[in-house]
């Protein structure tokens, strides 16, 4: 069993509260949450029962224009002049008059994600923990995600689907570890989707993905499906070459290039398929080969229980072809959450660096924040879980 009140609130209080700060991409956040201390936390398992009471969940985003991405410059310049305003803000929602007395800890993104924003929150995160005097702790981005789809279903032990801008994943727990059953080969999901996104020179905001989502709906022929290629390897997938693919048509569509059968009758020259129906093949593929290795890893562990987390996984119709395939397995469920806890966000953080730093693993030596680019999800002790 599991002690998770081995560290004690500060300040004899009967709850903990941590501040979260997430910049691995393009997202800025800042979370608050609160815990109470729960006596049958002292002697179990219930890591994903903290009763979290979320005290400020705050987000900004760095926007560019249509037909382009995010460079780490750009993103760690936004960061920086955006992150004390939002402490600030978060602060003031939380009631927290007095930081170097009301907060037990500071957690902050420590890895995966792009190297200049992630330095950027962490200099912030080494600033305030100096100035009031409070420890830190670096969490993994993924764990953040995991940890916080945990506490808002209350899934125990779910297969994870991971599926993110940087991160395609599916993971199990297993002694101490979250295990990588599977993972993409080359690029993720959510950056497929960016990238063909740009090509197709649709807003960025709210979301490049959320945008495709739209349009897919649109979609008038849902039976006819344009044929993409599918490419499950074992328990991994690849997606560079579907992204190279429907690139190719979507180029020739906007030519007009009538040689393509695919998209214009050979003998009228009329057109067959829209852009609507592109994002719609898109998404219908990629999320099968998704369900297929999240199906195995279920049958591999004996689960019937799937969380999906990171920024794609607060799509509708991934969510829905998860649905029905847990539909079709004895007592299956899908556990998501909204955009609110998908999408990169400071409280995930927090609540992930809080369960490390009840277990005592948090530090006040600045040697031991080092970010890094490359953090595996399977790298992390999970020492607040049986």
Same mark, same amino acid.
């Given at each position: 069993m599991v002690n998770l009140n081995t560290v004690l609130p500060r300040n004899g209080r009967n709850y903990y509260l941590a501040l979260g700060l997430e910049g691995s991409a393009n997202k800025l956040g800042v979370g608050i949450v609160k815990h109470?201390?729960? +006596? #049958?936390?002292?002697?179990?398992?219930?890591? *994903?029962? %903290?009763?979290?009471?979320?005290?400020?969940?705050?987000?900004?985003?760095?926007?560019? +224009? +249509?037909?382009?991405? *995010?460079?780490?410059r750009d993103t760690a310049r936004h960061h920086r002049n955006w992150c004390v305003r939002l402490i600030k803000r978060a602060l003031q929602e939380a009631g927290v008059k007095d930081p170097s007395r009301d907060l037990d800890v500071i %957690? *902050?993104?420590?890895?995966?994600?792009?190297?200049? +924003?992630?330095h950027s929150v962490a200099i912030a995160a080494r600033t305030i923990s100096l100035l009031w005097g409070i420890p830190l702790v670096g969490v993994n981005h993924c764990v953040g995600h995991i940890e916080m789809g945990r506490e808002i279903t209350g899934a125990a032990n779910p297969v994870v689907l991971y599926v993110s801008g940087g991160n395609t994943q599916v993971i199990a727990y297993s002694e101490k570890r979250y295990r990588i059953f599977g993972e993409t080969l080359d690029i993720a999901i959510g950056n497929c989707l960016d990238r063909f996104a740009r090509t197709l020179r649709i807003p960025n905001s709210p979301s490049p993905g959320y945008n495709i989502e739209q349009l897919a709906k649109k979609c008038s022929d849902k039976e006819r499906l344009v044929e993409l290629p599918y490419t499950v390897k074992g328990m991994d997938l690849s997606m560079s070459g579907i992204l190279a693919y429907i690139e190719t048509l979507a180029k020739d569509l906007f030519r007009g290039n009538k040689k393509n059968k695919i998209l214009f009758d050979p003998k009228t020259g009329e057109q067959k398929v829209t852009v609507d129906d592109l994002c719609f093949a898109l998404q219908e593929n990629m999320f099968a080969m998704l369900v297929e290795i999240t199906e195995r890893a279920m049958a591999h562990v004996n689960?019937?229980?799937?969380?999906?987390?990171?920024?794609?996984? %607060?799509? #509708?119709?991934?969510?829905?072809?998860m649905g029905q395939m847990c539909g079709d397995r004895a007592l299956g469920q899908v556990h998501a959450t909204d955009e609110r806890f998908c999408i990169d966000n400071g409280v995930m953080i927090a609540q992930a660096g809080l369960l490390e730093y009840r277990m005592g693993q948090a530090t006040t030596d600045l040697n031991e924040t080092v970010v890094t680019q490359k953090f595996r999800t399977d790298e992390v002790y999970v020492g607040w879980r049986e």
């Open positions: 109470p201390v729960l +006596p #049958e936390h002292e002697d179990g398992d219930l890591s *994903f029962k %903290c009763e979290s009471e979320i005290m400020a969940n705050i987000r900004d985003t760095y926007v560019t +224009p +249509p037909g382009e991405g *995010f460079l780490p %957690c *902050f993104t420590r890895g995966p994600g792009m190297g200049a +924003p992630l689960s019937n229980q799937v969380l999906v987390v990171g920024g794609v996984g %607060c799509n #509708e119709r991934l969510q829905e072809m």
